[in-house]
């Protein structure tokens, strides 16, 4: 053999050696492929397997939502195979009111209502069957929103200004105005026995029932009271010229 003929017999052999295993991952590539294409099309066709599934998962609210009362709310949800709805509200896990029943849409427009609750959740259930269900792990909270119009509640349009107000919802509190753009609401409903106390020419507060005692900002001077007057939260809307009171 000579050195041409040896040369073009070493390449044939380099051939066979480097591209036969080549052809072999290959196929075996090809084959799985075709394997796992085919159990794919297995899954997707198989209309058993999700004929069986029922599932509702709530949208809305979003856990620590807060909603205020006589406002409306979309509560939302999404489901498989499911078509009918039962939606209740919950506060500390008791039950308050079912919200809609037999609802065949995935929403409901809920006119907010009817509690101040910092542990309301809510629970969709499949009307046919309650344990298909969702219920929400963390809580929202439902307020009372109580609007002060300024031009209506002059005494408010200076700063030391006051005035008194007594909302069902709220019950009595006296909204003061501490800056050109600062509020201060405090309830004056007794934390004793539920009396309601009055107002002193210093600005503190006397409960005539067993005469506890409050400084100007709530806070328990004498007892039998121990616990301070409930501070609401309090926005100014100096655009609408209105203040809002809100429940917590
Ligand atoms: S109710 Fe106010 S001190 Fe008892």
């Given at each position: ?57 709530i949208l809305t609210p ?5 909603l205020?009362?006589?406002?409306t709310f979309l509560i939302s949800w ?7 709805f039962?939606v209740q509200l ?9 919200i809609v029943?037999?609802e065949?849409d995935f929403s409901f427009q809920w006119?907010i ?9 809510i629970k969709v ?11 929400m792990?963390?809580?929202f ?108």
């Amino acid at each position: 053999m000579n050195r041409r003929d040896f040369a073009l017999q070493l390449s044939r052999i380099l051939s066979l050696v480097l591209i036969l295993p080549m052809t072999a991952i290959i196929n075996a590539c090809t084959t799985r492929k075709e394997e796992e294409e085919f159990t794919i099309i297995q899954k997707n066709t198989n209309p058993l397997a999700d004929s069986l599934v029922k599932e509702i998962h709530i949208l809305t609210p979003a856990e620590g939502a807060i909603l205020v009362i006589g406002q409306t709310f979309l509560i939302s949800w999404e489901a498989k195979n499911v078509t009918n709805f039962n939606v209740q509200l919950y506060s500390g896990g008791n039950l308050i009111q079912t919200i809609v029943a037999n609802e065949t849409d995935f929403s409901f427009q809920w006119a907010i209502g009817p509690i101040n609750t910092t542990t309301a959740t809510i629970k969709v259930f499949d009307t046919s069957d309650p344990t298909v269900v969702d219920v929400m792990e963390n809580p929202f909270t439902i307020v009372t929103a109580f609007e002060i119009d300024l031009a209506v509640h002059t005494a408010l349009q200076s700063v030391g200004g006051y005035t008194f107000f007594e909302p069902p919802s709220l019950g009595r509190f006296i909204t003061k105005r501490i800056s050109a753009t600062t509020f201060e609401s405090i309830s004056m409903l007794c934390t004793h026995n539920s009396c309601n106390v009055a107002l002193q020419p210093d600005k503190s507060f006397l409960c005539p029932c067993h005469s506890s005692s409050f400084d100007a900002f709530g806070n328990v001077i004498n007892g039998p009271a121990i616990i301070p007057l409930s501070i609401f939260r309090t926005e100014y809307y100096p655009l609408e010229s209105k203040v809002v009171v809100f429940s917590y």
